[in-house]
């Protein structure tokens, strides 16, 4: 495993962490960390994150985390004993809902196949 995911692995789990039980602000109750990607020069890394609710309720979780950073990257210092933590850059993953969507259309596509085949059924009785 290169240098770069293992650090990433590390940063996912204190972040995970450091978001789901040190960050006391209720905006960010329904924040999950799915994924994090550092730069190979390890100098940033994008935090992947799921938010439960609206759109209006993301963007604030996500203006929440992007101004609780700095706090996160010093924790991370702290706790996994680095000189310097990468600048941390909060971005909403869109993985789950693209899969749910997808299910939703296959669904639809399930039903409308189950209503031509019992019509053609009808037609072909008549």
């Known amino acids: 495993m290169r240098r770069a995911e293992k650090v990433a692995d590390l940063l996912r789990e204190e972040i995970t962490q450091i978001v789901g039980y040190e960050l006391e602000d209720p905006r960010l109750d329904g924040v999950t960390v799915t994924d994090v990607r550092v730069s190979e020069n390890l100098r940033d890394a994008r935090v992947y994150v799921t938010v439960s609710g609206d759109e209006e309720e993301a963007r604030v979780a996500l203006a929440a985390l992007r101004h609780a950073a700095q706090y996160v990257r010093k924790q991370l210092i702290l706790a996994l004993d680095l000189r310097h933590a990468p600048e941390l850059h909060f971005v909403r993953d ?10 939703e259309l296959l669904s639809e596509i399930e039903r409308e196949l189950q209503q031509r085949d019992s019509e053609e059924r009808m037609n072909d009785e008549e």
């Open 94 to 103: 869109r993985v789950e809902e693209r899969g749910a969507r997808v299910d």
